[in-house]
């Protein structure tokens, strides 16, 4: 075995210009798969600007703001002016509310499952105690079940809740409602909050809270200067998620909204039915544009941060 | 058995100035164990990879028994290399571990399994062949780690830190073990270390490394008595340093002359340079003696097996250590006669910073 | 009674509450009315009618069974082939070269984007009037649309597959390289050094060492793939029809008796999912006990 075959190397010459070779095949490949993992978005540019792109052109002839306009979102051709526009938006067109409401409920869900979710999220992360496998489990479940198996339950549920406390005098709403559709949007965010805040405190160290109380800190000042700054990164993720992961929502906010609460998927995921690609393209354009931020703002955070991570598989 | 040549080897980062590894030269005899000491980032790991052909050398050569390896890659080099932290596959046995190699080289399974019940008897661990590695303890994962290497019958064996991560009654023993199976195997070994105690408990000789350049090739004894810089004086614990001028085998220093004995004919001390002695060299309290001057005891630590003593002398402090066996102490304001023995004393090469 | 004795019930509470009512109290009502609870159709008495119905009945079963196994090839396609190639393309990464950054971001890319618009771009990347189409359109390669292949809206469900790969492998994507990251190269190095070859390291070293991960990433992915709505909503055809779209179809039908074969079918692909993972974890724990 020690014979090793020193002769059976390759000359010089040849070796280098095997490694050009094998750059080149290298730099091929990698492109070759970016710029198909990435058709799609070309796909929603070139379809969401397109004018009259008759088959087989690559490349349409015309460019246009067609779909644009027709969404509402520009004043009609030949009409552009910044009091124009204004007046369009104004108006607010139905992409517009969309919109608006998608972001208000993402934000409601967001603050709401921090609020929420820190606490529980301390406590497993910082603390031992009997039944804290249950309670995991219990937290955790709602990202492996399929969310059509509750969702339909939960349909029934918030009808017969509603029934329940209209008999009680309580009119409360929650089917077809934003605030209906905000709480169950609660139900697949939860579980990423908590399982990214409660990663952050299992490496925080509660000593420096005890030792800020030494110094003369009180609970509130405590929480601001000590806890607050040494958790930020993980919490900025976690409201990252939420909000990615209630922005994302069709299904739930179909089977609850009751056709009454139309953000952006449903409104778009009525539109690709219509056979306009334009449309279809411009409204998927406005609907990935927060995502693509949110991706671009956490990617330094992202490496490692399994909990995290977790959260894109339910986008 | 194999003769390893490395020729002005140079590694080279693009954006780095300074090379991590310049123009080193070194020939290790076949069936040495040697070390490469140096500093933490002193260019000797990027060394070992680059003879295990991990890192590809920006320039120079690198033969064992005179033919070039350097286009070899790392799987056919037959130069193994044992990880500081033994990289021991989590997922397999101890024995799948060790039998690796031979895996890799499509060995029939029997005579895997007879190779590797000898290869753990080498290492003294026999029996442990279906534990998990995460079940060992860190010696015993440094020991299937060497067995995984030897395994292959390697023509050069590579050791990285191989006692650094071990405590201090776990090193002996690997350092018989180590030394035992590489004289029974005659395997050229060449191992890494920060460490100078580590070097000079295993090592034939040792290759001083500092900033990616060779500094002194020598015999641990050697290292000790003749150390040829000030920076190697002090790397291997010298503290007392004092100008002086040569002339022969006199040295002039502003307090007085000092004899000392030459070295070999490579070992030529400057003309003009720092004359060097270990604390534990000097010889306090016997006026008579060669070499002694007078000093005054500046201050004194007790530390149980030994007595450090601060000496001034002239304008310069210098340390002593004094073994509790010897008689007599010295307290502190104390004048004392200094002796600095003739063959202890040495001539370097003081620091270019300096 | 202490505070100290509240604190953590307290902490935990209103999380554990929210998914205990919203989620699980909505299982298991939906369970109650797929054995046909019904109290406002006057039903109270429960029974496996509407599993049998769905399952055997001559109405519904030839659907239900090819709607089942169209739902496994999907889930199975998806998570393994998005899996295999999110571990290739992880690897290419792997080397430091120019433009390694803006390669990752486009790798990345998809990762945020929801499900529904990736399957939108499915339909303008893959349908017969296609951006691909076009491309084979302008190489000559085919004269007119209908002579691309129907890869959308087809009856074998590569179009819902290929919607779950162009997801699922910036999913897979991120978790493997991280876990590359954090084992670094040493232990490929270590092997090299014994003499294993390039394939040999990664059969040996990198594929065992990534599995743990890999497999976790994988569960998250065949249980979101077998049970999404959208995907297959907008990509399947009527039939076969995967089980989410069937569950939704039975529910939404304006007869209420159907509405107990839907609940029913949202219960067969949560129990289907759950003994997957429960045989996953049954798997695992028992490689962690031997290890």
Same mark, same amino acid.
């Given at each position: 075995?020690?014979?090793?075959?020193?002769?059976?190397?390759?000359?010089?010459?040849? +070796?280098?210009?095997?490694?050009?070779?094998?750059?080149?095949?290298?730099?091929?490949?990698?492109?070759?798969?970016?710029?198909?993992?990435?058709?799609?978005?070309?796909?929603?540019?070139?379809?969401?600007?397109?004018?009259?792109?008759?088959?087989?052109?690559?490349?349409?002839?015309?460019? +246009?703001?067609?779909?644009?306009?027709?969404? @509402?979102?520009?004043?009609?051709?030949?009409?552009?002016?910044?009091?124009?526009?204004?007046?369009?938006?104004?108006?607010?067109?139905?992409?517009?509310?969309?919109?608006?409401?998608?972001?208000?409920?993402?934000?409601?869900?967001?603050?709401?499952?921090?609020?929420? @979710?820190?606490?529980?999220?301390?406590?497993?992360?910082?603390?031992?105690?009997?039944?804290?496998?249950?309670?995991? $489990?219990?937290?955790?479940?709602?990202?492996?079940?399929?969310?059509?198996?509750?969702?339909?339950?939960?349909?029934?549920?918030?009808?017969?809740?509603?029934?329940?406390?209209?008999?009680?005098?309580?009119?409360?709403?929650?089917?077809?409602?934003?605030? @209906?559709? +905000?709480?169950?949007?609660?139900?697949?965010?939860?579980?990423?909050?908590?399982?990214?805040?409660?990663?952050?405190?299992?490496?925080?160290?509660?000593?420096?809270?005890?030792?800020?109380?030494?110094?003369?800190?009180?609970?509130?000042?405590?929480?601001?200067?000590?806890? $607050?700054?040494?958790?930020?990164? @993980?919490?900025?993720?976690?409201?990252?998620?939420?909000?990615?992961?209630?922005?994302?929502?069709?299904?739930?906010?179909?089977?609850?909204?009751?056709?009454?609460?139309?953000?952006?998927?449903?409104?778009?995921?009525?539109?690709?039915?219509?056979?306009?690609?334009?449309?279809?393209?411009?409204?998927?354009?406005?609907?990935?544009?927060?995502?693509?931020?949110?991706?671009?703002?956490?990617?330094?955070?992202?490496?490692?941060?399994?909990?995290?991570?977790?959260?894109?598989?339910?986008? | 058995?194999?003769?390893?040549?490395?020729?002005?080897?140079?590694?080279?980062?693009?954006?780095?100035?300074?090379?991590?590894?310049?123009?080193?030269?070194?020939?290790?005899?076949?069936?040495?164990?040697?070390?490469?000491?140096?500093? #933490?980032?002193?260019? %000797?790991?990027?060394?070992?990879?680059?003879?295990?052909?991990?890192?590809?050398?920006?320039?120079?050569?690198?033969?064992?028994?005179?033919?070039?390896?350097?286009?070899?890659?790392?799987? %056919?080099?037959?130069?193994?290399?044992?990880?500081?932290?033994?990289?021991?596959?989590?997922?397999?046995?101890?024995?799948?571990?060790?039998?690796?190699?031979?895996?890799?080289?499509?060995?029939?399974? %029997?005579?895997?399994?007879?190779?590797? %019940?000898?290869?753990?008897?080498?290492?003294?661990?026999?029996?442990?062949?279906?534990?998990?590695?995460?079940?060992?303890?860190?010696?015993?994962?440094?020991?299937?780690?060497?067995?995984?290497?030897?395994?292959?019958?390697?023509?050069?064996?590579?050791?990285?830190?191989?006692? #650094?991560?071990?405590?201090?009654?776990?090193?002996?023993?690997?350092?018989?073990?180590?030394?035992?199976?590489?004289?029974?195997?005659?395997?050229?070994?060449?191992?890494?270390?920060?460490?100078?105690?580590?070097?000079?408990?295993?090592?034939?000789?040792?290759?001083?490394?500092?900033?990616?350049?060779?500094?002194?090739?020598?015999?641990?004894?050697?290292?000790?008595?003749?150390?040829?810089?000030?920076?190697?004086?002090?790397?291997?614990?010298?503290?007392?340093?004092?100008?002086?001028?040569?002339?022969?085998?006199?040295?002039?220093?502003?307090?007085?002359?000092?004899?000392?004995?030459?070295?070999?004919?490579?070992?030529?001390?400057?003309?003009?340079?720092?004359?060097?002695?270990?604390?534990?060299?000097?010889?306090?309290?016997?006026?008579?003696?060669?070499?002694?001057?007078?000093?005054?005891?500046? #201050?004194?630590?007790?530390?149980?097996?030994?007595?450090?003593?601060?000496?001034?002398?002239? #304008?310069?402090?210098?340390?002593?250590?004094?073994?509790?066996?010897?008689?007599?102490?010295?307290?502190?304001?104390?004048?004392?006669?200094?002796?600095?023995?003739?063959?202890?004393?040495?001539?370097?090469?003081?620091?270019?910073?300096? | 009674?202490?505070?100290?004795?509240?604190?953590?019930?307290?902490?935990?509470?209103?999380?554990?509450?929210?998914?205990?009512?919203?989620?699980?109290? &909505?299982?298991?009502?939906?369970?109650?009315? &797929?054995?046909?609870?019904?109290?406002?159709?006057?039903?109270?008495?429960?029974?496996?009618? /509407?599993?049998?119905?769905?399952?055997?009945?001559?109405? *519904?079963?030839?659907?239900?069974?090819?709607?089942?196994?169209?739902?496994?090839?999907?889930?199975?396609?998806?998570?393994?082939?998005?899996?295999?190639?999110?571990?290739?393309?992880?690897?290419?990464?792997?080397?430091?070269?120019?433009?390694?950054?803006? /390669?990752?971001?486009?790798?990345?890319?998809?990762?945020?984007? !929801?499900?529904?618009?990736?399957?939108?771009?499915?339909?303008?990347?893959?349908?017969?009037?296609?951006?691909?189409?076009?491309?084979?359109?302008?190489?000559?390669?085919?004269? &007119?649309?209908?002579?691309?292949?129907?890869?959308?809206?087809?009856?074998?469900?590569?179009?819902?597959?290929?919607?779950?790969?162009?997801?699922?492998?910036?999913?897979?994507?991120?978790?493997?390289?991280?876990?590359?990251?954090?084992?670094?190269?040493?232990?490929?190095?270590?092997?090299?050094?014994?003499?294993?070859?390039?394939?040999?390291?990664?059969?040996?070293?990198?594929?065992?060492?990534?599995?743990?991960?890999?497999?976790?990433? &994988?569960?998250?992915?065949?249980?979101?793939?077998?049970?999404?709505?959208?995907?297959? =909503?907008?990509?399947?055809?009527? *039939? !076969?029809?995967?089980? !989410?779209?069937?569950?939704?179809?039975?529910?939404?039908? !304006?007869?209420?008796?159907?509405?107990?074969?839907?609940?029913?079918?949202?219960?067969?692909? /949560?129990?289907?999912?759950?003994?997957?993972?429960?045989?996953?974890?049954?798997?695992? /724990?028992?490689?962690? =006990?031997?290890?």
């Amino acid at each position: 075995m020690t014979d090793v075959t020193v002769k059976e190397l390759a000359p010089a010459d040849r +070796s280098a210009g095997k490694r050009a070779t094998g750059k080149i095949v290298f730099y091929a490949t990698v492109i070759f798969m970016c710029v198909v993992l990435v058709l799609p978005v070309i796909a929603f540019f070139i379809n969401a600007f397109a004018f009259r792109w008759f088959y087989p052109q690559l490349i349409p002839d015309e460019w +246009s703001l067609q779909a644009w306009q027709r969404l @509402g979102l520009l004043p009609p051709p030949g009409q552009f002016s910044i009091e124009n526009l204004f007046a369009q938006w104004a108006s607010v067109p139905d992409v517009v509310r969309a919109l608006g409401l998608s972001l208000w409920i993402g934000f409601l869900v967001t603050g709401v499952s921090i609020v929420i @979710g820190m606490p529980a999220a301390r406590a497993l992360g910082m603390y031992s105690f009997r039944g804290k496998r249950l309670i995991e $489990f219990i937290i955790i479940t709602p990202t492996i079940v399929p969310p059509i198996a509750f969702s339909l339950g939960l349909n029934i549920n918030f009808i017969r809740w509603d029934l329940a406390l209209e008999a009680a005098g309580i009119n409360l709403g929650l089917s077809g409602s934003v605030l @209906g559709v +905000s709480i169950v949007h609660l139900v697949p965010v939860m579980p990423y909050v908590v399982l990214t805040l409660s990663g952050v405190f299992a490496n925080y160290n509660a000593d420096f809270e005890a030792q800020a109380r030494t110094l003369g800190a009180g609970p509130f000042r405590t929480f601001w200067h000590v806890t $607050f700054p040494a958790i930020l990164p @993980g919490l900025f993720v976690a409201c990252l998620f939420a909000f990615l992961v209630s922005w994302s929502q069709y299904l739930l906010t179909f089977l609850i909204g009751q056709g009454r609460v139309i953000t952006l998927p449903i409104l778009l995921f009525s539109a690709a039915g219509s056979g306009n690609n334009a449309v279809i393209a411009a409204l998927s354009l406005i609907f990935i544009a927060p995502a693509v931020l949110i991706l671009l703002v956490s990617s330094r955070y992202l490496s490692g941060e399994s909990g995290a991570v977790g959260g894109f598989g339910r986008v | 058995m194999t003769h390893v040549r490395i020729n002005n080897l140079t590694k080279a980062y693009s954006g780095v100035d300074a090379p991590a590894v310049a123009d080193l030269d070194l020939d290790i005899p076949s069936g040495r164990l040697i070390a490469l000491l140096g500093p #933490s980032g002193c260019g %000797k790991t990027t060394t070992l990879k680059m003879i295990a052909g991990l890192i590809r050398p920006t320039a120079g050569d690198i033969t064992f028994d005179g033919d070039s390896i350097v286009r070899i890659p790392p799987e %056919k080099r037959g130069a193994v290399m044992v990880f500081q932290n033994y990289l021991l596959f989590p997922y397999m046995s101890v024995g799948q571990n060790v039998g690796f190699g031979l895996k890799m080289a499509g060995v029939d399974p %029997k005579t895997i399994d007879q190779r590797v %019940k000898e290869m753990l008897n080498l290492v003294r661990l026999p029996d442990i062949s279906d534990r998990r590695p995460k079940q060992l303890s860190g010696g015993q994962q440094q020991r299937v780690a060497l067995a995984r290497a030897l395994i292959t019958k390697p023509r050069v064996l590579l050791l990285d830190e191989p006692l #650094s991560n071990l405590d201090a009654h776990l090193r002996d023993e690997m350092r018989e073990l180590i030394l035992s199976v590489q004289r029974d195997l005659g395997i050229t070994t060449i191992f890494v270390t920060h460490d100078q105690e580590e070097a000079v408990l295993l090592a034939d000789r040792i290759a001083m490394i500092f900033d990616g350049r060779l500094q002194q090739f020598a015999s641990p004894d050697v290292f000790y008595r003749h150390p040829a810089s000030e920076r190697i004086a002090r790397f291997l614990g010298g503290v007392n340093f004092l100008p002086g001028k040569r002339q022969g085998d006199t040295v002039e220093t502003d307090v007085g002359s000092f004899r000392f004995a030459p070295g070999g004919e490579d070992e030529r001390p400057p003309e003009d340079g720092l004359l060097t002695i270990r604390p534990e060299q000097i010889v306090l309290g016997q006026p008579t003696a060669e070499n002694t001057v007078q000093g005054r005891v500046v #201050s004194r630590i007790f530390v149980g097996t030994y007595t450090r003593y601060r000496l001034a002398l002239g #304008s310069h402090q210098i340390e002593a250590v004094r073994s509790a066996d010897v008689a007599g102490d010295f307290a502190e304001g104390q004048d004392v006669p200094i002796g600095f023995p003739a063959d202890r004393v040495w001539m370097v090469r003081p620091d270019q910073a300096a | 009674m202490s505070w100290e004795r509240w604190r953590i019930p307290l902490m935990l509470g209103p999380t554990v509450l929210i998914i205990l009512v919203l989620f699980f109290g &909505s299982l298991g009502f939906g369970f109650l009315q &797929s054995l046909g609870f019904q109290p406002q159709l006057g039903n109270t008495e429960l029974n496996f009618d /509407a599993y049998i119905s769905v399952m055997f009945s001559e109405e *519904h079963s030839s659907r239900f069974w090819a709607g089942l196994l169209l739902t496994f090839w999907v889930a199975f396609a998806s998570t393994f082939i998005s899996a295999a190639l999110a571990i290739a393309i992880a690897l290419l990464l792997r080397r430091t070269f120019f433009g390694k950054r803006l /390669a990752v971001f486009l790798f990345q890319l998809n990762l945020p984007i !929801p499900h529904l618009v990736i399957a939108i771009g499915m339909i303008l990347v893959f349908s017969q009037s296609g951006l691909l189409s076009r491309v084979a359109g302008e190489l000559g390669l085919i004269s &007119s649309p209908r002579e691309f292949p129907v890869l959308v809206r087809d009856s074998s469900g590569i179009g819902i597959i290929l919607a779950y790969v162009w997801k699922e492998i910036a999913f897979f994507g991120i978790i493997v390289m991280a876990i590359l990251q954090s084992l670094g190269e040493d232990y490929e190095a270590a092997a090299q050094s014994l003499g294993a070859n390039r394939w040999q390291r990664f059969r040996y070293v990198t594929l065992p060492l990534i599995m743990p991960g890999l497999m976790s990433a &994988s569960i998250i992915v065949f249980a979101f793939t077998f049970g999404t709505y959208e995907v297959p =909503r907008i990509l399947g055809v009527r *039939h !076969p029809e995967m089980l !989410p779209v069937m569950a939704l179809d039975f529910f939404l039908n !304006p007869d209420l008796n159907a509405r107990a074969e839907g609940m029913a079918l949202s219960i067969i692909i /949560a129990v289907i999912v759950l003994i997957l993972v429960l045989i996953y974890m049954y798997i695992s /724990a028992r490689t962690i =006990r031997r290890g």
